[in-house]
């Protein structure tokens, strides 16, 4: 009997690739970028009328008449969180995500589609979770976009989990488990660092080129960056193998990322991945989102909504029926001790009444209240009593927020190409509330949403900071042309 076909499709920043698959073998493989369409004197305006286009030709190139497709989709797209958290039951874990996730995301939960998957560590009594989310606004429109082409997604996951699925899929690589992959093509790349299998970080890298050829050197410094950016955030993490994924200069970067990184590095083709000579980088991640044959990589994300995702079981109601001569006992007894205890309340009341008439008669009041009434005194002590607090707080502030204003101009803070233009505090006869304001300009819209995340998270963990406000969060971010230059423009709520 033959094996069902399967299709996996992977859409990128600018190209489409597909794999028809049956079995452990691959039929067929395509990829167009959007300059195809192009050059077939299309003109398409609306980009996901271009997307259909461009999907349906693939499929057609392939050969396809499959209607349930699965989908890797670009990185890019996904949010992707670590997170520790104590030993606990998975039904645990799910609920206390929910809470504990929004602290270190962008958006709120209900505004996304996500799933996680966590690894034991029973020395340490704690688990390290894997957070993947992306805006249900994109994952809809990716849905419509193949329905309106009668098309299915079977499943929807991050392209660096079906790359490292096939890159899992052989001895080479099979045995570790904390590594690093590094893809990229002439349009998009992307550095996803692996715990325990895990995707705890990913990021989105611009190619730089220089006339129309790759500029290695800007490339390996980005590289370099973000590597070291990330052994900041996890400095006890321990990589097992660096692997860098490509078709062209994949060898003339193993040398000098090699010599800066100081990391064990082997670089691998399409080629090697699938034994095809037409494969690219788009089809491995169209094979891996399918899968050929056997993996180590077992991680396979199943994005829901969160009122989709089960929820602890409640308590089941029983009835239990009573008899009549036990329930009137019992309302007997409970009246007598009703009686007996409102008896013994009554005298004990009668003798705070005469304990407090003494103590009200002892108290020496102030000529200004006394001709108030008891209510009137509290409320003028009250008054006073806020008032030298206000005071307290208005002595001690100034040295406080002089190390907060001297902490937030610090590189520990502040993100590269982030500036900060403006900065409000309010709180004299309340907590303290605040506005910080600023715009960053990276090139590159994406990149600035990253700087303005980063920007955000290292507020929350600084102790300077938090010390005055230990709530941070976007309050909004909009792109804004200043100078002829797009820039990201936002401002963050400060919080007591």
């Known amino acids: 009997m033959a094996k069902e076909k399967k299709v996996g499709l992977y859409l990128g920043t600018s190209s489409v690739g597909a794999a028809v698959i049956q079995g452990t073998d691959i039929l067929s493989l395509g990829r167009f970028e959007f300059s195809s369409l192009e050059e077939s004197g299309s003109e398409i305006r609306n980009e996901d009328i271009r997307w259909e286009a461009l999907i349906n030709k693939t499929l057609r190139e392939v050969g396809s008449d499959v209607k349930n497709i699965y989908v890797s989709l670009a990185d890019r797209d996904f949010i992707f969180r670590p997170l520790e958290m104590p030993s606990m039951k ?16 962008p958006f709120k939960m209900e505004e996304l589609v996500w799933d996680y998957a966590y690894a034991n560590f029973p020395k340490e009594k704690k688990v390290g979770l894997s957070f993947i989310g992306i805006k249900e606004s994109n994952f809809d429109r990716i849905k419509s976009i193949l329905s309106r082409l009668e098309l299915k997604a079977a499943t929807i996951e991050p392209s660096c989990v079906s790359l490292a699925r096939v890159v899992k899929s052989g001895k080479k690589f099979g045995q570790f488990k904390n590594f690093a992959i590094l893809d990229f093509t002439q349009a998009e790349a992307y550095l996803t660092f692996f715990q325990q299998n895990l995707p705890v970080f990913n990021r989105y890298l611009v190619v730089p080129k220089k006339e129309e050829v790759l500029d290695l050197d800007n490339f390996i410094e980005a590289v370099n960056f973000s590597f070291q950016y990330f052994k900041r955030e996890f400095k006890n993490y321990k990589l097992e193998k660096f692997i860098i994924v490509g078709d062209s200069n994949v060898d003339s970067l193993v040398s000098p990322l090699k010599e800066g990184l100081q990391v064990d590095i082997e670089a691998v083709s399409s080629y090697d991945l699938t034994s095809r000579n037409n494969a ?54 409970g009246l007598i001790g009703t009686i007996f205890l409102s008896l013994i309340l009554t005298n004990q009341v009668t003798e705070k009444k005469f304990e407090l008439k003494n103590k009200e008669k002892s108290i020496v009041i102030p000529a200004a209240l006394s001709a108030l009434s008891w209510q009137e ?25 002089s190390s907060f204003f001297a ?28 506005t910080l304001a600023g715009y960053i300009f990276r090139d590159d819209d994406y990149e600035e949403r990253l700087g303005v995340d980063e920007f955000i998270s290292n507020l929350r963990k600084d102790k300077t900071v938090g010390s005055i406000f230990s709530k941070v969060d976007l309050k909004s971010s909009s792109r804004y042309k200043v100078k002829g230059f797009e820039v990201t423009i936002f401002s963050v709520i400060l919080e007591k």
Do not use: H, M
């Open 407 to 434: 902490k937030i101009a610090t590189d520990e803070i502040l993100p590269r190409k982030l500036w900060l233009s403006d900065l409000s505090i309010t709180g004299y006869q309340g907590p303290y509330r605040g």
């Open 280 to 333: 690219q980088v788009e089809n491995v991640k169209a094979v891996g989102v399918v899968g050929l044959g056997r993996s180590s990589y077992k991680f396979k994300p199943c994005l829901r909504k969160t009122e989709e995702r089960s929820l602890p079981s409640g308590r089941s109601l029983t009835s239990v029926s009573l008899r009549v001569g036990l329930l009137s006992l019992l309302i007997a007894i």
């Open 90 to 105: 998975k039904k645990e874990i799910e609920s206390s995500l929910v809470y504990e996730i929004e602290k270190y995301i």
């Open 377 to 401: 005194r509290a409320i003028t002590v009250e008054k006073e009593d806020e008032k030298i607090r206000s005071l307290k707080v208005l002595l001690t502030s100034l040295f406080r927020f």
